[in-house]
């Protein structure tokens, strides 16, 4: 069965889902998204997606149509009618249709869709023996060019240091803002630990600042573990005891090789394995509930 998509306030047949060729969102990239997950019926830190949403939306001067609250509940709507419990949500603002020119004030009025589907993981294998990455030539957009904050649908950026990743073999790459500070993979950040310590990326290296990223801190500090948001290089990671990514789609996931030499015991390490375990557990009570009977 095709899937109900929600499309400026309708929900229609994926057949049915069409915006127009002259959306700016296509022709030039510009508009914003958000991909969240949902677990046992609830929709996994949908609060936080929001309100990045609606800050990328303020930055780029987007008019998103439909109020926070009206958009949490269209996101709980599109679950529901695909009967998900489970699943992936991609939810899109573009700036609408407009003309051939790139003024936004050509576009009166922006487009909102909702996709709500099953998700394709990661093999749980990779979740036990971890992944391997390589750095790239590719740099991670300058902040004062178009920061990477926003969560905008120009990804060339990352899918060009995807392309590097991809002919070198492996599911990731590590991208390096433009001083030579780890910034973040293609679609995660990134973290290390050193000494007991967990070290990530501040946001003004130029990064997303990823909602796993601050849950896992949070969870981390819940424990008692140090969390440092500094900038460090290709030699810290090489040299760190554990490396792992977060992103909503790949959650944590361990890191074991990097540019050809193993990480810590060339292993997932300890603090990354309960870190899983503890994210696991929160997905199981965080977020609002999708269906109130049935559970
Ligand atoms: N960095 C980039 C460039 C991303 O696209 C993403 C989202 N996939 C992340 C980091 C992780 O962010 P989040 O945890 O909010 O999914």
Same mark, same amino acid.
């Given at each position: 069965?095709?899937?109900?998509?929600?499309?400026?306030?309708?929900?229609?047949?994926?057949?049915?889902?069409?915006?127009?060729?002259?959306?700016?969102?296509?022709?030039?990239?510009?508009?914003?998204?958000?991909?969240?997950?949902?677990?046992?019926?609830?929709?996994?830190?949908?609060?936080?997606?929001?309100?990045?949403?609606?800050?990328?939306?303020?930055?780029?001067?987007?008019?998103?149509?439909?109020?926070?609250?009206?958009?949490?509940?269209?996101?709980?709507?599109?679950?529901?009618?695909?009967?998900?419990?489970?699943?992936?949500?991609?939810?899109?603002?573009?700036?609408?249709?407009?003309?051939?020119?790139?003024?936004?004030?050509?576009?009166?009025?922006?487009?909102?869709?909702?996709?709500?589907?099953?998700?394709?993981?990661?093999? +749980?294998?990779?979740?036990?023996?971890?992944?391997?990455?390589?750095?790239?030539?590719?740099?991670?957009?300058?902040?004062?060019?178009?920061?990477?904050?926003?969560?905008?649908?120009?990804?060339?950026?990352?899918?060009?240091?995807?392309?590097?990743?991809?002919?070198?073999?492996?599911?990731?790459?590590?991208?390096?803002?433009?001083?030579?500070?780890?910034?973040?993979?293609?679609?995660?950040?990134?973290?290390?630990?050193?000494?007991?310590?967990?070290?990530?990326?501040?946001?003004?290296?130029?990064?997303? +600042?990823?909602?796993?990223?601050?849950?896992?801190?949070?969870?981390?500090?819940?424990?008692?573990? +140090?969390?440092?948001?500094?900038?460090?290089?290709?030699?810290?990671?090489?040299?760190?005891?554990?490396?792992?990514?977060?992103?909503?789609?790949?959650?944590?996931?361990?890191?074991?090789?990097?540019?050809?030499?193993?990480?810590?015991?060339?292993?997932?390490?300890?603090?990354?394995?309960?870190?899983?375990?503890?994210?696991?557990?929160?997905?199981?009570?965080?977020?609002?509930?999708?269906?109130? +009977?049935?559970?």
């Amino acid at each position: 069965m095709g899937l109900q998509i929600y499309l400026d306030g309708k929900f229609v047949p994926e057949e049915e889902a069409k915006l127009s060729i002259f959306d700016h969102g296509l022709l030039y990239g510009d508009g914003i998204f958000e991909g969240i997950r949902m677990y046992h019926n609830r929709v996994f830190k949908l609060k936080e997606h929001l309100i990045r949403l609606y800050e990328s939306a303020k930055t780029i001067n987007l008019n998103i149509e439909l109020t926070i609250e009206e958009m949490e509940e269209a996101v709980l709507e599109t679950c529901r009618r695909n009967n998900l419990r489970d699943g992936y949500i991609r939810l899109v603002v573009t700036r609408g249709k407009g003309d051939l020119g790139l003024d936004p004030r050509k576009c009166p009025k922006s487009s909102t869709f909702i996709i709500a589907a099953a998700i394709q993981l990661y093999p +749980e294998e990779l979740y036990e023996k971890g992944l391997e990455v390589v750095t790239v030539a590719t740099r991670r957009n300058v902040a004062e060019a178009l920061n990477p904050r926003i969560k905008s649908l120009n990804y060339l950026n990352n899918i060009l240091a995807r392309i590097e990743a991809n002919l070198a073999g492996v599911p990731e790459a590590v991208m390096l803002n433009q001083d030579g500070y780890v910034a973040s993979a293609t679609c995660d950040n990134i973290f290390i630990v050193k000494n007991e310590k967990l070290i990530t990326p501040p946001v003004h290296v130029g990064i997303l +600042e990823g909602i796993t990223r601050n849950t896992v801190m949070d969870l981390a500090l819940e424990d008692g573990i +140090e969390v440092a948001q500094e900038v460090f290089t290709r030699h810290d990671m090489y040299n760190a005891d554990e490396c792992f990514l977060t992103g909503t789609a790949a959650e944590v996931i361990p890191t074991i090789r990097m540019d050809g030499r193993a990480i810590g015991t060339g292993k997932p390490g300890q603090m990354t394995l309960n870190l899983i375990k503890k994210f696991r557990e929160l997905t199981k009570v965080d977020g609002p509930r999708i269906f109130t +009977e049935g559970e």
